[in-house]
């Protein structure tokens, strides 16, 4: 317990009084104060909220005080001086009975101030609850501008971050005396995306590559892990057409990998390609090929027993105003489940709160080659949908405002049901 008095006379000499006004957002204050309280401590007006019916020259009492010793009988004017002793027990939760009444409790850990009232704590201070829960730690230095990042781990071995980067060489790096360090730097042409998956005891990182090589060659490379030399190494070029983005997943014990072909030359109406792992030849082989119009994401999920895959389209040539397509898993391939209007996407986000299921897609901007005048056109509404199970169909749940959604725009944490 810690007695701290309530001084019997209180000097506001240099002291400054901030008074709202009911009418105006600015400037003097003009007018009768109709109330004021006098509070030990700090600012409660977050709590105490003065009585909108006060009479003239009465004070009305915040409820929070009525029990404080030293309260004028029958509401009357207060007088002064007058003096009430605080006491503010610190610590673990007191008890609150009729022996604490009227006495304050300072929670550190929730930074707020209680008071003892009819055997309940009541809030009167509390911190206002903080947004920024992400500090800096730690400047990571790249080679050049870095698009996109995996971070991922090795078992065994520990937490690597893989970066990819616009110019030649895009880098891994090992969390190492509680920093990410420069681990081992690996050819790349602008690489967009990485992918780390496994298959057994087999560790991949596969990487999207936008440009084709000095050579003119187009191909987007997988690495896999060494576990003798502990370094990633070329295992198996493919084929690509500037590629944004690789999915990596698992239908019935088959191991699939997806390309996202964004445009080949002008032309942005190009197959995107199904790859499946060949466990004879331990290589992947092409499996399907879907048409896609400038493909930016893959978005793999599964939904009880059935498998989903969808793709973000960007753009057609001349419109960022596409469809992008959800597929299921029927009979051994992917067949068009559902196709949803899009502006540019470039993200899907699958997330689950409780039994219900919802996608999000990141509309980036709108656009149009025929349209003279380009209003505001990266301001633009990007959708959740949610899973009707009944109607076996996705409906849209909520637009939200976004400006310029980019890839992994949407990051979902577990949601509490």
Same mark, same amino acid.
């Given at each position: 317990?810690?007695?701290?008095?309530?001084?019997?006379?209180?000097?506001?000499?240099?002291?400054?009084?901030?008074?709202?006004?009911?009418?105006?957002?600015?400037?003097?204050?003009?007018?009768?104060?109709?109330?004021?309280?006098?509070?030990?401590?700090?600012?409660?007006?977050?709590?105490?909220?003065?009585?909108?019916?006060?009479?003239?020259?009465?004070?009305?009492?915040?409820?929070?005080?009525?029990?404080?010793?030293?309260?004028?009988?029958?509401?009357?004017?207060?007088?002064?001086?007058?003096?009430?002793?605080?006491?503010?027990?610190?610590?673990?939760?007191?008890?609150?009975?009729?022996?604490?009444?009227?006495?304050?409790?300072?929670?550190?850990?929730?930074?707020?101030?209680?008071?003892?009232?009819?055997?309940?704590?009541?809030?009167?201070?509390?911190?206002?609850?903080?947004?920024?829960?992400?500090?800096?730690?730690?400047?990571?230095?790249?080679?050049?501008?870095?698009?996109?990042?995996?971070?991922?781990?090795?078992?065994?071995?520990?937490?690597?971050?893989?970066?990819?980067?616009?110019?030649?060489?895009?880098?891994?790096?090992?969390?190492?005396?509680?920093?990410?360090?420069?681990?081992?730097?690996?050819?790349?042409?602008?690489?967009?995306?990485?992918?780390?998956?496994?298959?057994?005891?087999?560790?991949?990182?596969?990487?999207?590559?936008?440009?084709?090589?000095?050579?003119?060659?187009?191909?987007?490379?997988?690495?896999?892990?060494?576990?003798?030399?502990?370094?990633?190494?070329?295992?198996?070029?493919?084929? #690509?057409?500037? =590629?944004? /983005?690789?999915?990596? $997943?698992? %239908?019935?014990?088959?191991?699939? &990998? @997806? *390309? !996202? +072909?964004?445009?080949?030359?002008?032309?942005?109406?190009?197959?995107?390609?199904?790859?499946?792992?060949?466990?004879?030849?331990?290589?992947?082989?092409?499996?399907?090929?879907?048409? #896609?119009?400038? =493909?930016? /994401?893959?978005?793999? $999920?599964? %939904?009880?027993?059935?498998?989903? &895959? @969808? *793709? !973000? +389209?960007?753009?057609?040539?001349?419109?960022?105003?596409?469809?992008?397509?959800?597929?299921?898993?029927?009979?051994?391939?992917?067949?068009?489940?559902?196709?949803?209007?899009?502006?540019?996407?470039?993200?899907?986000?699958?997330?689950?709160?409780?039994?219900?299921?919802?996608?999000?897609? @990141?509309?980036?901007?709108?656009?149009?080659?025929?349209?003279?005048?380009?209003?505001?056109?990266?301001?633009?509404?990007?959708?959740?949908?949610?899973?009707?199970?009944?109607?076996?169909?996705?409906?849209?749940?909520?637009?939200?405002?976004?400006?310029?959604?980019?890839?992994?725009?949407?990051?979902?944490?577990?949601?509490?049901?």
């Amino acid at each position: 317990m810690a007695d701290v008095p309530f001084p019997a006379t209180l000097s506001v000499a240099g002291a400054r009084f901030f008074v709202g006004s009911r009418r105006r957002s600015k400037g003097l204050f003009t007018g009768l104060v109709r109330q004021l309280v006098l509070l030990p401590g700090s600012d409660a007006t977050a709590r105490l909220c003065p009585s909108r019916n006060a009479p003239l020259a009465v004070l009305a009492i915040p409820g929070a005080l009525q029990a404080l010793p030293g309260k004028p009988e029958d509401n009357e004017v207060l007088q002064y001086p007058y003096e009430t002793d605080l006491k503010v027990t610190l610590g673990s939760r007191p008890p609150c009975t009729k022996v604490e009444d009227a006495q304050f409790w300072f929670d550190a850990s929730r930074k707020g101030l209680y008071l003892c009232v009819g055997n309940e704590w009541v809030s009167v201070l509390a911190a206002r609850e903080r947004l920024d829960y992400v500090q800096q730690h730690q400047d990571l230095f790249t080679s050049s501008e870095t698009l996109g990042i995996e971070v991922f781990r090795i078992p065994g071995v520990g937490l690597f971050a893989a970066t990819a980067n616009r110019k030649a060489t895009s880098a891994i790096y090992k969390w190492t005396d509680g920093k990410f360090a420069s681990f081992q730097s690996l050819r790349t042409h602008q690489a967009q995306s990485w992918r780390h998956f496994t298959i057994g005891r087999k560790i991949f990182l596969a990487v999207a590559n936008f440009e084709p090589n000095e050579k003119g060659q187009e191909f987007s490379v997988i690495y896999k892990w060494s576990h003798r030399k502990l370094k990633f190494a070329p295992y198996q070029r493919i084929a #690509t057409h500037s =590629a944004r /983005d690789w999915e990596a $997943f698992e %239908v019935h014990g088959e191991h699939f &990998l @997806a *390309v !996202a +072909n964004h445009r080949e030359g002008d032309n942005h109406n190009i197959d995107s390609v199904i790859y499946k792992w060949n466990p004879a030849t331990r290589l992947f082989e092409p499996n399907q090929t879907i048409p #896609t119009s400038g =493909a930016y /994401d893959w978005e793999f $999920f599964n %939904v009880g027993p059935y498998s989903f &895959l @969808a *793709v !973000a +389209n960007t753009f057609n040539g001349t419109s960022t105003r596409v469809h992008s397509c959800l597929y299921v898993w029927l009979l051994g391939s992917f067949q068009l489940f559902q196709s949803f209007p899009t502006f540019g996407a470039a993200d899907w986000e699958v997330f689950h709160i409780g039994e219900r299921i919802f996608l999000a897609v @990141a509309n980036s901007h709108s656009y149009d080659v025929r349209v003279q005048v380009q209003n505001d056109s990266y301001t633009i509404n990007s959708v959740i949908y949610e899973l009707n199970v009944t109607a076996q169909t996705f409906v849209k749940f909520q637009d939200i405002p976004t400006c310029r959604a980019g890839r992994r725009a949407w990051h979902v944490e577990h949601m509490p049901p």
